[in-house]
């Protein structure tokens, strides 16, 4: 659509009948990749990431913590948190000032609570990451009341694992996430 306006790409989406809801998330995940290889060298990338995910346009996360277990060294690790309660000034210019947006979200008292956490892995010891009361019990204990989690291959037989809560996602959005969480494997940790 290219030179095209957004009234113009708006009319566009209502005729594919495409949901405004959908068409906003879609539209915000297909800006990571490019933020992703844009910023690479950025400290924090992974907060950066989860902030954008989290956003209102994007899925509407209350709370999402991003984890990443390692079998070979036995380690189940916080990576990112996102909390909307402690939102911070830059969540909705992330991408103008990277290198701030990035320390300041670190700062955050959820992100820097899941960044502390270190865990025997998960997966050496079979907990199953698509079905288990162990993951949502993590969720409620980092003070979520309905915890939700999506779950992912990763390089060298590391996984990653997203434990959120907020608005219910549709079957089309929750496929969205399904896929867009991989863009957290990219992120230098």
């Known amino acids: ?9 708006e009319m566009k989406r209502n005729d594919c009948d495409v949901p405004e809801e959908y068409s906003n998330c879609l539209d915000s995940v297909l800006h990571i990749p490019h933020k992703i ?4 060298d950025v400290d924090h990338l992974p907060q950066l990431v ?8 994007c899925f509407d996360f209350t709370k999402a913590a991003y984890f990443v277990d390692n079998p070979d060294f036995d380690h189940f690790v ?4 996102f909390s909307k309660d402690e939102l911070s000034r830059y969540h909705d210019n ?8 990035g320390a300041s979200i670190k700062k955050i008292a959820f992100s820097d609570q ?3 956490i270190l865990r025997a892995s998960f997966k050496k010891k079979h907990i199953d990451f698509h079905n288990d009361k162990e993951v949502k019990s993590l969720g409620k204990e980092l003070g979520m009341s309905n915890p939700q989690f999506v779950s992912w291959d990763m390089k ?4 990653g694992l997203l434990i959120f809560e907020g608005r219910e996602l549709s079957d089309k959005i ?8 991989a863009f957290l494997g990219f992120c230098p940790i």
């Open 1 to 9: 659509m290219r030179g095209t306006n957004s009234k113009e790409q």
């Open 156 to 159: 060298h037989g590391n996984h």
């Open 50 to 57: 989860l902030h954008h995910l989290g956003h209102e346009k």
């Open 114 to 116: 899941v960044g502390n």
């Open 37 to 40: 290889l844009k910023y690479h």
């Open 174 to 181: 929750r496929k969205v996430l399904e896929q867009a969480v």
């Open 78 to 81: 916080g990576v990112a948190g």
């Open 94 to 101: 992330l991408w103008d000032d990277p290198h701030i947006a």
